[in-house]
């Protein structure tokens, strides 16, 4: 079992940079691929991108390719999405996720979730 908790969501404008958190206690952190996903209203969920269990790649959506930046640091069980050059259309809740498979991008790969932050980003 792995409980995973995000944070560092909130209000941003657009144009600034927001990093969120996510923080997994319970089973070997290091042994999951780590995903971000994100849903605004109305929408469904988007694969925002994910880090293999070294941090070795990462690899991203198209949406925010050149923009976000996914980093981990297995020593104190946490992910982390950098978001950079945020854009209203960035305005979701958030979710981390954890996919015991060496690379993941659909939500049914997925064995864990986090319960989401939200971020709104204004003009």
């Known amino acids: 079992q792995v409980q995973l908790v995000e944070s560092g969501g909130g209000l941003v404008q657009a144009g600034g940079s927001q990093r969120l958190s996510c923080a997994a206690s319970g089973r070997a952190f290091s042994n999951y691929f780590m995903g971000w996903f994100r849903q605004a209203p109305g929408k469904e969920r988007e694969f925002v991108g994910g880090i293999t269990w070294s941090g070795a790649s990462a690899y991203y959506g198209d949406s925010v390719k050149g923009r976000f930046t996914i980093s981990r640091d297995n020593a104190k069980n946490t992910v982390y999405l950098q978001m950079d050059s945020l854009i209203l259309e960035d305005t979701a809740v958030y979710f981390c996720?954890?996919?015991?498979?060496?690379?993941?991008?659909?939500?049914?790969?997925?064995?864990?979730w986090g319960q989401g932050t939200q971020v709104t980003v204004s003009s």
């Open positions: 996720a954890a996919a015991a498979k060496w690379f993941a991008n659909v939500q049914y790969e997925y064995d864990y």
